[in-house]
């Protein structure tokens, strides 16, 4: 099976940094991707991580250890439009044998002025 | 480029009806999804297709059926709507899996209540 964990929400104020954790179990694993969704919109595309390490892009980071079945996501220079639910989705074999996304919760984050 | 687009935006059905949700991209995209969305929680695979001419089930196909109509379209079916059904719908597509990244391209969602 497959399985996320990533925390329900978070609080941050303009111009921090926030660190969104992700800890997954998936079978056949090939690497890690965060996406970003406001309210009411759809969800798009922010990072990958493929190889363990960190991926940076602008304002975003995210990181990836294989061997601790962990990543995160990082943002930093927080700006109100920031404010989103986050998801980090696992790239792994599903039950057909083919490859398939599996998506966590989410994580809502507020930013604060 | 339109991208992903999902028709209709909105739709209220009765408990035992069926309608079906459209989706094309005009990407070129070998691969389509579909998911469904519930207040507060992540993205859940309903169906997908890795190319054209292929479907496999997801995490919750029971209830759906879907359809890969050439490339381009991919629609999901309901036949007969349960109240458990509601939810908000999202159609992806991405490129193959060549290159590692699959990086998903999602329409505007089609928020569907059932009564």
């Known amino acids: 099976g497959q399985s996320l964990e990533q925390p329900s929400e978070v609080t941050a104020v303009e111009g921090a940094i926030v660190q969104i954790n992700c800890t997954y179990q998936?079978?056949?694993?090939?690497?890690l991707s965060w996406y970003q969704q406001h309210d009411g919109g759809a969800p798009t595309f922010l990072s990958y991580n493929g190889l363990d390490g960190l991926e940076e892009t602008g304002r975003f980071s995210s990181f990836l250890s294989r061997s601790d079945s962990y990543g995160y996501l990082l943002l930093q220079e927080l700006q109100m439009k920031d404010s989103a639910s986050y998801f980090c989705a696992a790239q792994g074999r599903v039950d057909t044998g083919r490859r398939a996304l599996t998506f966590g919760s989410g994580t809502r984050l507020q930013v604060q002025p | 480029n339109a991208g992903v687009t999902q028709t209709p935006k909105f739709q209220v059905l009765k408990t035992g009806q069926s309608m079906t949700l459209q989706c094309a991209q005009d990407?070129?995209?070998?691969?389509m999804y579909w998911y469904r969305q519930d207040p507060g929680m992540g993205l859940r695979l309903i169906y997908y297709?890795?190319?054209?001419?292929?479907?496999d089930k997801g995490e919750v196909p029971n209830g759906y059926n879907v359809s890969r109509l050439n490339k381009r379209e991919f629609s999901l079916r309901l036949e007969s709507a349960a109240p458990s059904q509601t939810s908000v719908y999202f159609c992806?597509?991405?490129?193959?899996?060549?290159?590692?990244?699959?990086?998903?391209?999602f329409g505007p969602g089609t928020r569907l209540t059932v009564l």
């Open positions: 992806a597509s991405s490129e193959a899996w060549a290159g590692g990244t699959d990086t998903q391209y």
């Open positions: 297709s890795a190319s054209e001419g292929t479907t």
């Open positions: 998936t079978s056949g694993f090939y690497g």
């Open positions: 990407m070129n995209h070998n691969s």
